[in-house]
């Protein structure tokens, strides 16, 4: 869904001069460390981009370096930020976006901010500066075009399948009122996809769903369970949704009977792993990630059923409420929920028809969806970067780490995932600093990642994230100042406690045999791949052969024994 993260507009001074004003909100969660971080860059932090000199020849390309420069810090969320903040008067999009695309989603999210407030400005009447507007708009629209070069996917079909439920789910749709460029085809990697009919531009609709034909609480309201429903103490509308759904998948008169049709049998997300997939899991943080999960939902199922089936057996026939049907109805509602913001204002969890066919990209096409348009009464799809002809759609489920997506979603994305972070249990109390005179001992949540994934591997960086060094700095000598060359004792002892730490986290992975994937069941081929990353995080020579957080330090210990001038 969309989110603001600017207030923006034009103003125009004295001087005939014009300010294109980009300010950061201050609801923003990371407001103080966004301030700061423009605040070391030299930006004005009331968001003021001066239009001037515009008969320089590199006059454009100047502005929007400046726009990108601050709606690409603007649009950070904690991850990124965590990870690659290192010295603020250094920072730079390089050192995010040098050697990967991992976080092209944040460029992707600044360009498209910048698209949006240019047409906003272009349609409020500021004819004065049209020309220059239109201007920074076609860069806006070329550099998305070359972004979207760059992280295209390659999309292969599957003819061998059929879609005959697929097609007559959107012949359903079409009767309905549904616009849709797009058609359903299996794609190879990803199973069921939606493809692009014709060529898409920025802004174009890629599927438009009118709201009569969204699964949305209302029909619970309307059905006979709901008077039942509503009397249990702390139930929530998305469980009554969940219920609606398990009996509404039986009736042969229901007016969404093809799309319960066209869903599958087995939704094979990490709520369905077997025995043997949960003992592959031991030593992973999906574990305990699944394991709460499926806990929480057993408990669930055990405070309403059987007793709803035995007082009320017509409304809740025992059959179709056993504990099999309660999972399926809750992987369906986890991988194909939607939240939709109604023109009412109420944000409701809803099951959107053909929607659902829309896979999840790292970088994908379509960036902000969820919010009905009054004006015609249905939710859009619009895309924020260009689709081709045979090309498959895709868009975000939301940012995700890969051990979410696998349990509640069933996949795995392509590409390296920038959310893809081990959480460390780390005592923020033994550092004692305050945020003005040390911004990085602001972070109370520490992380790491792959050390592949950062461009700064030099002394007293190492790959790792600059708060989670500091903290260990400040741990081990409290009137640390600064990285000098004096403190190499220091630092060889944080990078034998980092490389310890790694060590024995790396122990209770085990080896995984990757040479019999065509014996293993689906969950254990996703955990292969899973385990697979979480020791790319770890140790050595895996993931094309980088650095990684293990050989980092044992690199940079060597290179502080060396101490280099």
């Given at each position: 869904m969309e989110d603001d993260k600017m207030y923006l507009?034009?103003?125009?001074?004295?001087?005939?001069?014009?300010?294109?004003?980009?300010?950061?909100?201050?609801?923003?969660?990371?407001?103080?460390?966004?301030?700061?971080?423009?605040?070391?860059?030299?930006?004005?932090?009331?968001?003021?981009?001066?239009?001037?000199?515009?008969?320089?020849?590199?006059?454009?390309?100047?502005?929007?370096?400046?726009?990108?420069?601050?709606?690409?810090?603007m649009c950070l969320d904690e991850e990124p930020y965590f990870?690659?903040?290192?010295?603020?008067?250094?920072?730079?999009?390089?050192?995010?976006?040098?050697?990967?695309?991992?976080?092209?989603?944040?460029?992707?999210?600044?360009?498209?901010?910048?698209?949006?407030f240019l047409d906003k400005a272009l349609c409020?009447?500021?004819?004065?500066?049209?020309?220059?507007?239109?201007?920074?708009?076609?860069?806006?629209?070329?550099?998305?075009?070359?972004?979207?070069?760059?992280?295209?996917?390659?999309?292969?079909?599957?003819?061998?399948?059929?879609?005959?439920?697929?097609?007559?789910?959107?012949?359903w749709g079409n009767s309905k009122g549904v616009r849709s460029k797009l058609e359903v085809a299996y794609v190879e990697g990803a199973g069921r996809g939606a493809i692009a009919t014709e060529d898409l531009k920025v802004g174009d609709i890629a599927l438009e769903i009118p709201v009569s034909a969204i699964i949305s609480e209302e029909l619970v309201h309307e059905s006979d369970m709901f008077p039942i429903l509503e009397k249990i103490d702390g139930i929530s509308l998305e469980t009554m949704m969940l219920l609606w759904s398990m009996k509404e998948k039986h009736n042969p008169d229901s007016k969404f009977k093809l799309y319960f049709d066209a869903l599958p049998e087995v939704f094979n997300t990490g709520l369905s792993?077997?025995?043997?997939?949960?003992?592959?899991?031991?030593?992973?943080?999906?574990?305990?990630?699944?394991?709460?999960?499926?806990?929480?939902?057993?408990?669930?199922?055990?405070?309403?059923?059987?007793?709803?089936?035995?007082?009320?057996?017509?409304?809740?026939?025992?059959?179709?409420?056993?504990?099999?049907?309660?999972?399926?109805?809750?992987?369906?509602w986890y991988s194909n929920g939607m939240k939709v913001m109604f023109t009412n204002g109420k944000l409701q969890t809803c099951l959107v028809p053909i929607a659902g066919f829309l896979n999840h990209s790292l970088c994908p096409h379509i960036?902000?969806?969820?919010?009905?348009?009054?004006?015609?009464?249905?939710?859009?799809?619009?895309?924020?970067?260009?689709?081709?002809?045979?090309?498959?759609?895709?868009?975000?489920?939301?940012?995700?780490?890969?051990?979410?997506?696998?349990?509640?979603?069933?996949?795995?994305?392509?590409?390296?995932?920038?959310?893809?972070?081990?959480?460390?249990?780390?005592?923020?109390?033994?550092?004692?600093?305050?945020?003005?005179?040390?911004?990085?001992?602001?972070?109370?949540?520490?992380?790491?990642?792959?050390?592949?994934?950062?461009?700064?591997?030099?002394?007293?960086?190492?790959?790792?994230?600059?708060?989670?060094?500091?903290?260990?700095?400040?741990?081990?000598?409290?009137?640390?100042?600064a990285n000098t060359h004096e403190n190499f004792e220091t630092e060889l002892e944080i990078l034998e406690a980092l490389r310890s730490t790694f060590e024995d986290m790396l122990e209770t992975l085990g080896e995984t045999d990757l040479d019999d994937r065509q014996h293993k069941a689906w969950s254990i081929l996703v955990l292969c791949d899973e385990e697979q990353e979480k020791r790319a995080l770890e140790s050595p020579k895996l993931g094309g052969g980088d650095d990684v957080v293990q050989e980092s330090c044992e690199k940079g210990q060597k290179d502080d024994n060396g101490k280099p001038n």
């Amino acid at each position: 869904m969309e989110d603001d993260k600017m207030y923006l507009s034009i103003k125009e001074t004295e001087n005939d001069q014009h300010l294109l004003v980009l300010k950061l909100s201050e609801d923003d969660p990371l407001f103080q460390k966004k301030k700061k971080l423009l605040e070391d860059k030299g930006f004005n932090l009331e968001g003021q981009v001066v239009f001037e000199n515009y008969s320089c020849p590199d006059w454009t390309n100047k502005t929007m370096d400046i726009l990108l420069q601050r709606a690409r810090i603007m649009c950070l969320d904690e991850e990124p930020y965590f990870l690659t903040s290192s010295d603020t008067t250094d920072f730079g999009w390089a050192s995010i976006m040098a050697n990967t695309v991992d976080f092209s989603i944040i460029e992707l999210e600044a360009l498209h901010t910048i698209l949006s407030f240019l047409d906003k400005a272009l349609c409020s009447g500021y004819h004065t500066i049209n020309g220059i507007l239109h201007t920074l708009r076609e860069l806006s629209i070329k550099l998305i075009q070359e972004l979207g070069d760059k992280i295209r996917l390659e999309t292969i079909i599957v003819t061998n399948y059929s879609c005959d439920k697929e097609r007559y789910l959107l012949q359903w749709g079409n009767s309905k009122g549904v616009r849709s460029k797009l058609e359903v085809a299996y794609v190879e990697g990803a199973g069921r996809g939606a493809i692009a009919t014709e060529d898409l531009k920025v802004g174009d609709i890629a599927l438009e769903i009118p709201v009569s034909a969204i699964i949305s609480e209302e029909l619970v309201h309307e059905s006979d369970m709901f008077p039942i429903l509503e009397k249990i103490d702390g139930i929530s509308l998305e469980t009554m949704m969940l219920l609606w759904s398990m009996k509404e998948k039986h009736n042969p008169d229901s007016k969404f009977k093809l799309y319960f049709d066209a869903l599958p049998e087995v939704f094979n997300t990490g709520l369905s792993f077997g025995v043997n997939a949960i003992m592959a899991l031991d030593g992973t943080l999906l574990l305990e990630e699944t394991v709460q999960a499926k806990e929480h939902l057993r408990t669930q199922y055990d405070e309403l059923f059987p007793a709803l089936c035995n007082d009320h057996p017509g409304i809740f026939p025992t059959e179709l409420y056993t504990w099999d049907q309660f999972l399926w109805a809750c992987e369906l509602w986890y991988s194909n929920g939607m939240k939709v913001m109604f023109t009412n204002g109420k944000l409701q969890t809803c099951l959107v028809p053909i929607a659902g066919f829309l896979n999840h990209s790292l970088c994908p096409h379509i960036l902000h969806y969820g919010k009905v348009d009054s004006a015609s009464n249905s939710l859009r799809f619009p895309l924020s970067r260009p689709c081709n002809a045979g090309e498959q759609c895709y868009l975000s489920y939301g940012k995700f780490s890969s051990s979410h997506l696998v349990t509640f979603y069933g996949f795995l994305p392509q590409g390296e995932n920038p959310y893809d972070v081990m959480p460390l249990d780390i005592d923020a109390t033994i550092t004692d600093c305050s945020k003005d005179c040390c911004p990085l001992s602001s972070w109370t949540n520490h992380m790491v990642r792959g050390t592949w994934l950062s461009n700064n591997h030099g002394i007293f960086h190492y790959g790792l994230p600059p708060p989670l060094l500091y903290h260990f700095r400040r741990a081990q000598s409290p009137m640390l100042q600064a990285n000098t060359h004096e403190n190499f004792e220091t630092e060889l002892e944080i990078l034998e406690a980092l490389r310890s730490t790694f060590e024995d986290m790396l122990e209770t992975l085990g080896e995984t045999d990757l040479d019999d994937r065509q014996h293993k069941a689906w969950s254990i081929l996703v955990l292969c791949d899973e385990e697979q990353e979480k020791r790319a995080l770890e140790s050595p020579k895996l993931g094309g052969g980088d650095d990684v957080v293990q050989e980092s330090c044992e690199k940079g210990q060597k290179d502080d024994n060396g101490k280099p001038n």
